[in-house]
């Protein structure tokens, strides 16, 4: 403003200024308008400096923002870890102990099966079984099951006495587990779990040989059952040996109708095989039926009620929706077969022999679970009914087989839990949920077995069920050579001896009438 009045001045009035004065008045004025140009030009870059250390420090604001929602995430994901390892603990700690409640079953339908006299050394070599099978397990069966293979594909070979499953630091420190993505659980309670499996299928021979082994001597059996026999079978499946890459597919085997019931039942089929009958039980068979129907129903509760944990438990985990959509439909899956294997059972008996058979109910119930076990998380409950009936037509043709050769088996554990097992691992290859033959879901469970891209695999249902095949044979011929050899050798050095003084005077009795009514015959003649 001061320079516009100025030149104003000037303008108006030159004589009173003079032109020396007006000159030197607008050289002022050039120099004025020339600083106020570097001032313009001075406010500008201070502008644009203060602009960009606005935006350095919006920019470390953001970074730091961002270090903490990283931070934040990686917390949340932990805990989310942490959580879901919680709730995986809590599933199979309860189905792991459902399991282990299914050997009063086992106790219960065994000494219900048997005769009176010989229900203490029934219960005594069941707890036997239990009592071996757990420390055969935790010293040597882990590790050949679950152990490190290396890609030998047949046994592991990491884990003996409980080794490896935590890791301690220099000051003694320990660390029970390693959460990731895939999970939060600890060697300890797969352990546990897997433990209550093997000891079962220990369990499935005891009652094949009830009433003619010492259950002392039996525990040399129980060992080498679960510390050798059954962890290689595990460990050619579950432990991810050669069956589970069979034809780029694999085999398909939920919760053990082949892993557990076909290996316990082939060797329990092996060991009443050496053993041959009871004295008298094709002689006088009315003193060997089931003298206690009450022990056997229970028993069969027991086990229908256990089967919930060792069916539903064999998602091994319970930390998200879809995992729990998968345990209801095992659970109404197994519901469904024992139901049906049940009643079908019962009617053939009906048909066939004109009477109520509650024995043949209870078997046909324990027929259909085993039956479902192998399939039970990738089929449609219409193949869980369809699956039980089977199984029952399977159990009650196997039964009559069995007595026709004269194989003495008190609790018919063969024919259910061989023959019912073997075609449990059938079925969940015939009844597989996927869309026709041409898709596969197996292992996948609702969803079917995908390509790299993501695609759905086609044209593998056949290679399934050959994969199927396969199992069946290498589980029963691996369970019955093993069992046979080991009973035979048993038997041959007297260790399987059982001596009952009542029976011995019974059958010397039975003699001594033969031999008088053969000695009347020849006097008379």
């Not at 919006?58 to 805990?79: M, V, W």
């Not at 034809?247 to 398909?252: I, L, Q, S």
């Not at 129907?293 to 509760?301: A, N, S």
Request: with cysteine.
């Amino acid at each position: 403003m001061k320079v516009v009045l100025f030149i104003c001045l000037a303008a108006m009035s030159p004589k009173a200024f003079g032109e020396e004065s007006v000159e030197s008045l607008l050289q002022q004025v050039k120099q004025l308008q020339a600083a106020l140009d570097k001032v313009n030009q001075l406010q500008a870059a201070f502008e644009e400096h203060h602009h960009v250390i606005t935006e350095l420090k919006e920019d470390r604001r953001l970074a730091s923002e961002d270090t903490s929602i990283t931070e934040k995430i990686n917390e949340l994901d932990k805990a989310d870890q942490s959580f879901g390892g919680a709730l995986d603990s809590a599933w199979l700690c309860l189905c792991g102990t459902l399991v282990m409640f299914m050997h009063t079953g086992f106790a219960m339908l065994e000494t219900g099966s048997c005769r009176q006299k010989n229900a203490s050394a029934v219960l005594m070599k069941n707890l036997i079984n239990v009592c071996c099978g757990t420390l055969s397990w935790w010293s040597i069966g882990w590790a050949f099951a679950y152990g490190e293979q290396n890609g030998n594909g047949f046994i592991g070979y990491e884990g003996f006495f409980g080794g490896g499953f935590y890791t301690r630091d220099a000051n003694g420190v320990i660390t029970p587990m390693e959460c990731n993505s895939d999970g939060c659980q600890s060697t300890m309670l797969s352990w546990f779990f897997q433990w209550a499996f093997c000891t079962a299928a220990g369990s499935i021979v005891s009652g094949a040989v009830a009433e003619r082994v010492e259950s002392p001597n039996y525990a040399t059996f129980a060992f080498f059952m679960t510390g050798f026999i059954y962890p290689v079978v595990v460990a050619w499946t579950w432990g991810g040996g050669w069956l589970s890459t069979l034809f780029d597919v694999g085999y398909m085997d939920f919760a053990g109708s082949g892993v557990v019931h076909l290996t316990g039942g082939a060797a329990g089929l092996a060991g009443t095989s050496i053993l041959g009958p009871r004295p008298g039980r094709w002689t006088n068979p009315e003193e060997f039926e089931s003298p206690n129907l009450p022990l056997v129903v229970l028993g069969t509760f027991c086990l229908w009620f256990g089967w919930y944990g060792f069916n539903p438990g064999s998602t091994l985990t319970m930390k998200s929706g879809s995992d729990g959509a998968l345990a209801a439909q095992v659970a109404m899956n197994t519901t469904l077969a024992a139901a049906s294997g049940g009643i079908v059972s019962f009617l053939i008996r009906y048909v066939t022999h004109k009477e109520y058979d509650v024995g043949a109910l209870c078997n046909g119930i324990l027929g259909g679970l085993v039956s479902i076990t192998a399939g039970c998380g990738n089929m449609e409950c219409g193949s869980a009914f369809a699956t039980g009936v089977v199984g029952a037509i399977v159990y009650q043709a196997a039964s009559i087989l069995l007595k026709r050769l004269k194989i003495d088996d008190p609790v018919d554990a063969c024919p259910v839990h061989c023959f019912c097992g073997a075609w449990g691992v059938m079925a969940s290859g015939l009844f597989d949920w996927g869309k026709g033959i041409d898709h596969y879901h197996g292992w996948s469970g609702f969803g079917c077995m995908e390509n790299d891209d993501g695609s759905c695999q086609t044209g593998i249902g056949v290679h399934a069920l050959a994969a199927q095949g396969i199992m069946i044979l290498a589980i029963a011929a691996w369970s019955a050579t093993t069992s046979g050899f080991l009973f035979y050798g048993l038997k041959r050095s007297g260790m399987l001896a059982y001596s009952d003084p009542a029976e011995a005077f019974e059958s010397a009795k039975l003699r001594l009438r033969r031999f008088v009514a053969d000695l009347g015959t020849g006097l008379m003649l």
